[in-house]
């Protein structure tokens, strides 16, 4: 197969690889796979044919321009595009191999399983306690109150931030500073038992240091979740992930294992911009 390679580099201006990526990953199994994926606004293609698999308890990063689809592409996994009026989404995503886009599926439920964690810390102007009791209490996963305080501790806990707001659960959540409510939405996502977190640049509004525990806890929740973030830093791309997805004007240019990606990767596209060519 053929690349050119120029810049600028307009839709006409490349040829993508015919196949992209994401040969089924045997070894470690699948959580979710994506076959054929397409999303429009409108008229407009923001996805186009995108086929990958994404390994359970690993972090797998997508990278790439602006504009190159990350986003609408991690929001395909939880549905979240449903909530975009001109967002039309075609091809075949399934978690644990049952199609997500399926007529059953109780969308409430799938966003459970696979939870989200935004570019901008939102927690809910609510106490630190009732930002992660919300979600257990809504889906019925507690039947009294003993049990909601030991979901929301263990929440808090995992999420790195019991030790710095046991004394005060019932203070506003939109109190605590950026990092801490960065990490209060994930233990909200926590708290609900998810299988998935997706992570939409989740350090992007964070200091260095915010960040640095974030990236820390990722490495840990690994263990427990499947994690997938959208990232602009290529540092945190390769800090935190095990597998990167290289996204280029809607399409899946290249995906592997991390360090495949960052020292030796197979399209051109990919290396021009991880070398800081185009951003
Ligand atoms: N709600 C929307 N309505 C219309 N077009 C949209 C919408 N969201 C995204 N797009 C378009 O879809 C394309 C992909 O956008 P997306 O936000 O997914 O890219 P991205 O790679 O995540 O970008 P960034 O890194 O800047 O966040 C862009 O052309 C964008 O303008």
């Given at each position: ?190 708290a609900v038992s998810p299988e998935v977190i997706l ?81």
């Amino acid at each position: 197969m053929t690349m050119t390679y120029q810049q600028p580099h307009t839709e006409a201006s490349v040829s993508y690889p015919e196949t992209t990526a994401g040969s089924p990953l045997v070894a470690g199994g699948v959580k979710v796979a994506a076959r054929d994926a397409n999303v429009h606004y409108a008229d407009k293609h923001a996805i186009k044919d995108v086929t990958l698999d994404i390994a359970p308890h690993e972090v797998t990063a997508f990278i790439g321009p602006s504009g190159c689809g990350k986003s609408t592409f991690l929001r395909c996994l939880n549905r979240m595009n449903d909530t975009i009026d001109i967002c039309r989404v075609t091809g075949d995503i399934r978690l644990d191999g049952e199609d997500i886009y399926d007529r059953k599926v109780d969308v409430v439920q799938l966003r459970a399983r696979v939870g989200m964690v935004f570019q901008k810390p939102n927690p809910f102007p609510k106490s630190i306690y009732e930002n992660v009791a919300y979600g257990p209490r809504i889906h019925g996963l507690v039947s009294h109150k003993d049990e909601l305080d030991a979901v929301v501790h263990g929440s808090l806990e995992r999420a790195g931030l019991l030790n710095e707001v046991q004394d005060r659960l019932e203070s506003p959540g939109t109190g605590l500073s950026g990092g801490q409510q960065q990490r209060l939405c994930i233990a909200r996502a926590i708290a609900v038992s998810p299988e998935v977190i997706l992570m939409d640049e989740p350090c992007s509004a964070l200091d260095p240091i915010a960040t640095a525990k974030i990236e820390e806890l990722i490495d840990e929740l690994r263990q427990n979740y499947t994690i997938v973030i959208v990232t602009h830093s290529m540092q945190q791309a390769a800090r935190v992930s095990q597998r990167t997805a290289f996204f280029h004007l809607g399409n899946l240019v290249e995906m592997g294992d991390t360090e495949t990606i960052f020292t030796n990767p197979e399209h051109k596209l990919t290396q021009g911009y991880i070398t800081g060519r185009f951003g």
